[in-house]
Nanobody, 121 residues
Framework: QVQLVQSGGGLVQPGGSLRLSCAASGFTLGGYNIGWFRQAPGKEREEVSCISFRDGTTTYADSVKGRFTVSGDNAENTVYLQMNALKPEDTAVYYC??????????????WGQGTQVTVSS
């Protein structure tokens, strides 16, 4: 059974850090891309980052560039999103999703369950 199981998230103060995990099961990451998305209340879903295991590229939204880092561990079959210098506007539910190989194709067929990130003092 193909699954993406997320962990991490929670409440953090502005300027703090969190790491989100997206563990894949039922398939191996090689040959796919994993996107990270977020959706805040009343706002549209936003893609914040992507990593392709097909060509090794990573992408970031301008709003998180320089603060977030996406990485993958093939041995653990897990993708991580390291989030530093968090701001209140980063507050959202974060999702990982599996694409068909390349970042930018915007074609995601399997989604994680989502995890809440709240940045507040």
């Amino acid at each position: 059974q193909v699954q993406l199981v997320q962990s991490g998230g929670g409440l953090v103060q502005p300027g703090g850090s969190l790491r989100l995990s997206c563990a894949a099961s039922g398939f191996t990451l090689g040959g796919y891309n994993i996107g990270w998305f977020r959706q805040a209340p009343g706002k549209e879903r936003e893609e914040v980052s992507c990593i392709s295991f097909r060509d090794g590229t990573t992408t970031y939204a301008d709003s998180v560039k320089g603060r977030f880092t996406v990485s993958g561990d093939n041995a653990e079959n897990t993708v991580y999103l390291q989030m530093n210098a968090l701001k209140p506007e980063d507050t959202a539910v974060y999702y990982c999703a599996r694409g068909w190989g390349y970042c930018g194709e915007d074609d995601y067929g399997k989604w994680g369950q989502g995890t809440q990130v709240t940045v507040s003092s």
